[in-house]
């Protein structure tokens, strides 16, 4: 009776104007090679945050999968980045 727990990462889709990545783990066990069980867990990924000065800190995906950080990698360009920036300056404005 052997078993096993596996994880995939199953589902990674770009949303919206500003990139976000989102990411669906699957965490699946089995036993003796057949599957009993699948549970998932999903996490969004944004290109950064604001520091005290209102510059943008890039998200660190370096503790990502390589398909993950290779998308994220590709699809927050300078120009969204640029967005992104102005959007969470905005909403920090208006919460204000």
């Known amino acids: 009776m052997a078993l096993s727990e596996t994880t995939e990462y199953d589902k990674i889709e770009i ?9 669906r783990k699957a965490t699946v066990i089995k036993k003796n090679d057949v599957e009993l069980t699948r549970s998932y867990e999903r996490y969004v990924l944004q290109p950064g945050d604001l520091d005290g000065n209102n510059e943008l800190v890039d998200t660190d995906v ?3 999968p390589a398909e993950v950080s290779a998308i994220c990698n590709a699809v927050w360009t300078t120009d969204v980045k640029a967005a992104w920036k102005t959007k969470l300056i905005a909403d920090k404005t208006a919460n204000l």
């Open 62 to 64: 370096s503790g990502e």
């Open 15 to 23: 949303v919206g104007q500003y990139k976000a990545v989102q990411v």
